[in-house]
């Protein structure tokens, strides 16, 4: 089993659309995908039309006293999601509280999921540094626009972990640029591709479906196919 993981380098860069849609092209390649929402947004499950789940989740289960495991939805034999549950603001610091105080907390859950499935993939917030401890992840993704937010944030930022590039539109010369940059400066981090701006991407969230559902043959929908396809070598080379 292969855990990945997605943080938006900052927010509003499409990490959670991103992530239904990587989902689903996993799936549709015959992988077993579960889905988790590590994010108190709880948004990823209306990628899938999950309206009637919103009080249900791994966190709500966790201050209720139920069990974790028993909130998934199967949305098909083989792909199956694991919404985060409605909850104050107030219960989730305390999710938070418990995720800090137990930072071996999902690579327990991991260890239990790993017969199942073939990936794990996180939607994981921002911020929260609790709830971005996920245990093993061979793949942890940062996702960025190529704007001049993104830019000095990556300067910022010391890490390795791999970046992609979302919504990226060739006809702007800005983008153009900053991908040049990057790309000198983040050879080794950067990922090979692009997913390309898209509006067949936010209408498929006002439909709630992953793009490679509504829109099979958008661009949107290649780049996710092509990013799925990345990821399964990614996953042989580093075996």
């Avoid at 927010?11 to 077993?32: C, F």
């Avoid at 989740?57 to 201050?63: F, N, Q, T």
Wanted: include cysteine; glycine fraction near 8%; hydrophobic fraction near 45%.
């Amino acid at each position: 089993m292969t855990s990945l993981s997605m943080r938006g380098v900052r927010g509003g860069v499409g990490t959670t659309s991103l992530i239904a849609a990587l989902g689903y092209a996993l799936e549709s390649l015959g992988e077993r995908v579960l889905l988790i929402d590590m994010s108190p947004e709880n948004l990823l499950s209306l990628h899938f039309n999950l309206q009637d789940c919103g009080k249900s989740g791994w966190a709500r289960a966790m201050l209720d006293g139920q069990d974790w495991y028993k909130q998934a939805w199967g949305l098909t034999p083989t792909l199956h999601i694991l919404p985060y549950g409605r909850l104050s603001t107030q219960e989730s610091m305390s999710i938070e509280q418990q995720l800090i105080h137990d930072s071996q907390m999902w690579v327990r859950r991991q260890a239990s999921l790993a017969a199942n499935y073939d990936w794990l993939l996180f939607d994981v917030p921002q911020r929260l540094p609790g709830h971005g401890t996920i245990g093993p992840c061979l793949l942890p993704i940062q996702v960025a626009e190529a704007d001049a937010a993104c830019h000095v944030l990556l300067l910022q930022q010391a890490g390795s972990n791999p970046v992609l590039v979302n919504r990226f539109d060739p006809g702007s010369q800005l983008q153009r640029d900053l991908l040049l940059i990057w790309r000198q400066y983040y050879a080794t981090r950067l990922l090979p591709l692009t997913v390309h701006a898209d509006e067949a991407m936010r209408e498929a969230f006002a439909f709630k479906q992953p793009v490679g559902q509504y829109a099979p043959e958008s661009l949107a929908a290649q780049d996710a196919l092509s990013l799925a396809t990345w990821c399964l070598a990614r996953r042989r080379e580093m075996a």
